[in-house]
């Protein structure tokens, strides 16, 4: 479905190198337009460093200020995942170390009618790409092929939570929280016709093509959906009886399983709020030269082939997880906590921060969880070219106060290394 819409309609093609360079200092009609230059990470600062954890290494990061990036309170940063991920090998995409960020749109109870539609719709998905190396990013919209044909000739925006996201060599996963998987192509980075900061029209139009107002576009490629999706409200923890769904799972987060190396295993986990039994399940990846569906999802008669599942009986508030060996040999394990729930990291190695929690609308920054704010996804980094780095980054999705300074770690907020 998405060849067709790639090679005959979305026929400016683009690669990740082109993303993360290109500084467009106009928009398409010639105009001079600031919204589209590349945007820089910042170094945290204050108050936005104080729960850093104590460990000997920590990097923070936070977004521009340019255009409310590090305060808004519209978009909302979920899944991380990088380069480091999805290459083993020197951790690199086409020649760029990139971390990716998965957002989701926020409207708001008072907002007009006319503000909650089209490219303002509650849950419309972006994705960032941030190049470590310049500390440069650029947002993409995220579409889907309007038809399931293979003559898909128009795409719309996604929409969903985005909780969770891998990148596996070219492949980005993308959690749709009560439905299933999303996979997106690097491979199928296209750039649009019409762009800048007051276009608010998406798919193609008279020929042309637009994307909420960005340069590129990411079609969807696959979708891996559940036959029986939780019952309505069933992902929501404020609608969750505390008794997970038995025919049906919440996708809330991703990660990739490189221990015991190929064929590697896709995680997901589910998040209940305080309820705790939030299960984790371990899908079969192909592995990247498998002569068939080489980098998706291993499947057995129509459907996946899960791997293993555990229950998380003895835990709430699973925002994240992953597992890595190290270059010792030693396997390691790691969860992401809700805020406020000590620790807010745990595993094999390293308990975590262990200071008194501090409740997220809370403005005493100094105490609490290692992030400030609520931590969501975690992604392990092992090399970067032949130095073996192994790092832990993580990722905030708000932090308290009436101000949002900071969304990600080492591309939100902070990134640790240990």
Same mark, same amino acid.
């Given at each position: 479905m998405t060849n067709n819409l790639y090679n005959n309609h979305l026929t400016d093609h683009a690669n990740l190198t082109d993303a993360v360079t290109t500084d467009y200092t106009t928009n398409s009609?010639?105009?001079?337009?600031?919204?589209?230059?590349? &945007?820089s990470m910042r170094a945290c600062s204050g108050d936005e460093t104080k729960a850093l954890p104590p460990v000997t290494k920590k990097v923070a990061w936070c977004w521009s200020s340019a255009h409310s990036d590090d305060d808004t309170g519209r978009w909302w940063p979920q899944g991380l995942s990088s380069t480091g991920t999805a290459d083993g090998g020197d951790g690199a995409i086409q020649g760029k170390h990139v971390t990716a960020?998965?957002? !989701?749109?926020? /409207?708001?109870?008072?907002?007009?009618?006319?503000?909650?539609?089209?490219? &303002?719709? +509650? +849950?419309?998905?972006?994705?960032?790409?941030?190049? &470590?190396d310049t500390a440069k990013y650029r947002h993409v919209l995220l579409a889907e092929p309007t038809s399931t044909s293979s003559s898909a000739s128009n795409f719309k925006f996604v929409t969903g939570h985005a909780g969770g996201i891998v990148w596996y060599g070219n492949y980005i996963y993308v959690t749709d929280t009560?439905?299933?998987? &999303?996979?997106?192509?690097? +491979?199928?980075?296209?750039?649009?016709?019409?762009?800048?900061?007051?276009?608010? /029209?998406y798919g193609i139009s008279g020929g042309k093509s637009s994307a909420c107002g960005y340069p590129y576009v990411l079609p969807q490629v696959h979708y891996y959906k559940q036959a029986s999706p939780p019952p309505s409200g069933g992902c929501d923890k404020d609608a969750v009886s505390g008794v997970p769904d038995a025919d049906s799972l919440c996708y809330a987060w991703l990660s990739l399983d490189k221990t015991g190396g190929s064929p590697f295993k896709l995680v997901t986990g589910e998040w209940f709020g305080d309820a705790n039994g939030g299960r984790v399940v371990r899908y079969q990846l192909n592995p990247a030269g498998s002569a068939t569906y080489p980098g998706l999802l291993n499947m057995s008669g129509g459907k996946t082939v899960i791997e293993d599942a555990y229950a998380a009986t003895r835990y709430r508030g699973l925002q994240g997880g992953m597992t890595w060996t190290d270059d010792q040999g030693v396997l390691n394990f790691d969860f992401h906590k809700g805020c406020a729930i000590r620790p807010a990291v745990f595993s094999h190695t390293w308990a975590g921060d262990t200071r008194t929690?501090?409740?997220? /609308?809370?403005?005493?920054?100094?105490?609490?969880?290692?992030?400030?704010?609520?931590?969501?996804?975690?992604?392990?980094?092992?090399?970067?070219?032949?130095?073996?780095?192994?790092?832990?980054?993580?990722? /905030?999705? !708000?932090?308290?106060?009436?101000?949002r300074p900071v969304s990600i770690e080492r591309g939100s907020s902070h990134l640790m290394s240990m």
């Open positions: 009609s010639g105009a001079t337009d600031p919204w589209m230059n590349l &945007r960020v998965a957002w !989701h749109y926020k /409207t708001y109870v008072q907002d007009p009618a006319a503000d909650k539609e089209g490219c &303002r719709t +509650n +849950n419309l998905l972006k994705l960032t790409f941030i190049d &470590r009560s439905n299933g998987i &999303r996979v997106f192509d690097i +491979n199928k980075l296209a750039k649009v016709d019409t762009y800048g900061s007051g276009v608010a /029209t929690p501090t409740a997220c /609308t809370s403005n005493n920054l100094s105490t609490g969880n290692w992030a400030v704010g609520t931590p969501q996804a975690l992604s392990y980094w092992p090399k970067l070219g032949a130095t073996q780095v192994d790092e832990l980054w993580g990722l /905030t999705e !708000h932090v308290p106060g009436p101000a």
